[in-house]
């Protein structure tokens, strides 16, 4: 988002270099620039915050090498301003996982937390908190991690496999695998294939909140329960077409 914003801020300045005509880049060139160029204008006092922000991207025009790629006489891209700008990053092999799912937002959220390894399971807390019990908060049995506590838990394998029986497909029976399997169904517009990232998705969410609420209250719902709810959660989310298609199956 912060690169989103950088890139929206260099359409801005794009329109003030290019003389846009409208009515507030003509304001703009007629009280602070004042024929002046824009890339020797100077900021000062009486330049207000948002034309500072403006002006303060004419750095990042380095960065995306010029207006050449991004733009012509008479369109800006942000999109390919922000792609420009990104290319410093590594890209995940599980972005459309995040981006092409339409679960619900806390679901991907503790999705994109897990496939970072940033939840708060107990193998990670137990590298700053010595005493930390670190056995798995459903089981008791095992060490908690993140491949543990989702797909190799006696709990969340229960669940999971009830799961994709409901749709139909076998188990992998390893997390990456499951992944890997995942990751492939979220680049495809299949009907079948978006239920599945979806129903991934509000699975390893659900079992989260379970581990919580086994941790919190020492209460934990049945596999049976939690799935039923897994599966609503779906249907209301997803488009009609699909949901026929899940309760069909
Ligand atoms: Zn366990």
């Given at each position: 988002m912060v690169l989103w914003n950088?890139?929206?801020?260099?359409?801005?300045?794009?329109?003030?270099?290019?003389?846009?005509?409208?009515?507030?880049?003509?304001?703009?060139?007629?009280?602070?620039?004042?024929?002046?160029?824009?890339?020797?204008?100077?900021?000062n006092s009486n330049t207000s915050w948002l034309l500072r922000k403006i002006l303060d991207s004419r750095e990042l025009l380095r960065d995306i090498c010029g207006w050449e790629e991004v733009s012509n006489t008479q369109k800006f891209s942000i999109k390919k301003?922000?792609?420009?700008?990104?290319?410093?990053?590594?890209?995940?092999?599980?972005?459309?996982?995040?981006?092409?799912?339409?679960?619900?937002?806390?679901?991907?959220?503790?999705?994109?937390?897990?496939?970072?390894?940033?939840?708060?399971?107990?193998?990670?807390?137990?590298?700053?908190?010595?005493?930390?019990?670190?056995?798995?908060?459903?089981?008791?049995?095992?060490?908690?991690?993140?491949?543990?506590?989702?797909?190799?838990?006696?709990?969340?394998?229960?669940?999971?496999?009830?799961?994709?029986?409901?749709?139909?497909?076998?188990?992998?029976?390893?997390?990456?695998?499951?992944?890997?399997?995942?990751?492939?169904k979220a680049r495809s517009k299949r009907s079948k294939d978006k239920l599945f990232v979806m129903l991934y998705t509000e699975s390893l969410y659900a079992i989260w909140l379970q581990r919580n609420s086994k941790h919190s209250k020492d209460s934990i719902l049945s596999p049976h329960a939690v799935i039923k709810e897994v599966i609503f959660k779906v249907a209301c989310n997803c488009n009609e077409n699909d949901r026929c298609r899940l309760l069909l199956v």
């Open positions: 950088k890139a929206a801020l260099l359409k801005q300045l794009w329109a003030f270099y290019f003389k846009q005509d409208k009515l507030w880049v003509r304001w703009v060139h007629a009280y602070y620039i004042n024929r002046g160029a824009i890339d020797t204008v100077t900021i301003a922000y792609n420009h700008l990104q290319e410093g990053f590594d890209r995940v092999s599980w972005r459309r996982l995040i981006c092409n799912n339409q679960a619900t937002p806390k679901s991907k959220f503790i999705l994109w937390m897990a496939l970072l390894n940033r939840l708060a399971t107990t193998d990670r807390i137990s590298k700053w908190k010595r005493d930390c019990n670190t056995l798995c908060k459903l089981c008791g049995v095992q060490e908690e991690s993140v491949q543990h506590l989702f797909f190799e838990c006696e709990y969340s394998k229960s669940i999971w496999n009830a799961v994709l029986q409901y749709i139909e497909l076998s188990p992998v029976n390893t997390a990456v695998g499951e992944l890997r399997r995942v990751v492939q």
